[in-house]
T-cell receptor, first 113, second 115 residues
């Protein structure tokens, strides 16, 4: 069955610490990969996405993610987090050419000032 | 600003009493989605419209229906809500020229409580 697994449900970091959120998926075939973010009191919005090409993609606010096909992974990274990065982060996968998007359960990040 | 709007933001209903949730968009996107998100769980796709074509997920209960009278509006009808339908309901849109997999734009959600 298709699935998305996010390794951590809650992460607490201090400002300036480095961040890596794990995401693994189970899907046979071509995939489109996304990270969405939900800031407190706001709606889900796109952070970055991978469709094809360079497996290292850069998104907004200094975030990046690397698609490793052999590991079925799409981990999110940021070298130095800020208090304003406090949010819930969702990894999502859509089968190439399809409409069904499968989301991970989310990781709640809290950054201490 | 172009956006996805959901009404109401909060809805309380009684067990078995039909309820309708509304979604509208000013993005002129041709695809609209409805997701159910229970507490601490992933959003789960219920169905989507590609233009006027309705696409139901295989595991979406028959209790859940949807209508899309025009490009801008989409409704989620829950015919006989059960306690297990308490959840956040998210509407999203995307612009597809062919196939799928494009970025989705989400509304703020409607938090439904079934008593």
């Amino acid at each position: 069955a298709q699935s998305v697994s996010q390794h951590n449900h809650h992460v607490i970091l201090s400002e300036a610490a480095s961040l890596e959120l794990g995401c693994n998926y189970s899907y046979g075939g071509t995939v489109n990969l996304f990270w969405y973010v939900q800031y407190p009191g706001q709606h889900l919005q796109l952070l970055l996405k991978y469709f094809s090409g360079d497996p290292l993609v850069k998104g907004i606010k200094g975030f990046e993610a690397e698609f490793i096909k052999s590991k079925f992974s799409f981990n999110l990274r940021k070298p130095s987090v800020q208090w304003s990065d406090t949010a819930e982060y969702f990894c999502a996968v859509t089968g190439g050419g399809g409409f069904k998007t499968i989301f991970g359960a989310g990781t709640r990040l809290f950054v201490k000032a | 600003d172009a956006m996805v709007i959901q009404n109401p933001r909060y809805q309380v209903t009684q067990f078995g009493k039909p309820v309708t949730l509304s979604c509208s968009q000013t993005l002129n996107h041709n695809v609209m989605y409805w997701y159910q998100q229970k507490s601490s769980q992933a959003p789960k796709l219920l169905f989507h419209y590609y233009d006027k074509d309705f696409n139901n997920e295989a595991d979406t209960p028959d209790n859940f229906q949807s209508r899309r009278p025009n490009t801008s509006f989409c409704f989620l009808d829950i015919r006989s809500p059960g306690l297990g339908d308490t959840a956040m309901y998210l509407c999203a849109t995307s612009s597809q020229t062919s196939g799928g997999g494009e970025t989705q734009y989400f509304g703020p959600g409607t938090r439904l409580l079934v008593l």
